[in-house]
């Protein structure tokens, strides 16, 4: 089976074969990213260490952690992440995930769109 399969009324995707994207996390493995779908995608994220704090003006996102152990800094907030813990962070969130090999899955709703990333500017 290739990384995806898409079909008129459903489509599959092996995340361990999508090519991996860097993202303000870390590494994000994107499904069901094409122009047949709107809805939702399905990301696998491994988290680095480094991750970035931005917030998005239109997406919801659910995490669900998979591996690892760590944290999320929601709105200034740290609440420890291990596997099972699922998170809800709706628009306007300042966000960003922490851990020692941590993997996520994130479902981004509607469909990721890289345009809706955004970074708090640097004062100083």
């Not at 459903?10 to 090519?19: D, K, P, T």
């Not at 996520?104 to 970074?119: A, G, H, Q, S």
Request: proline fraction near 7%.
């Amino acid at each position: 089976m290739s990384a995806e399969i898409i079909a008129d009324r459903y489509q599959i995707a092996r995340l361990s074969e999508v090519a991996p994207n860097p993202c303000p996390c870390g590494q994000s493995r994107r499904a069901f990213m094409n122009d047949r779908n709107e809805v939702a995608s399905m990301h696998l994220v491994d988290i680095k260490r480094d991750s970035e704090t931005h917030y998005h003006k239109v997406m919801t996102e659910i995490y669900y952690v998979l591996e690892g152990e760590g944290h999320i800094e929601l709105d200034g907030q740290r609440f420890p992440l291990s596997p099972g813990v699922s998170v809800l962070i709706q628009p306007g969130c300042r966000h960003r995930a922490v851990g020692e090999g941590l993997r996520i899955l994130n479902v981004p709703i509607p469909k990721f769109d890289p345009e809706d990333e955004w970074f708090d500017e640097e004062v100083g």
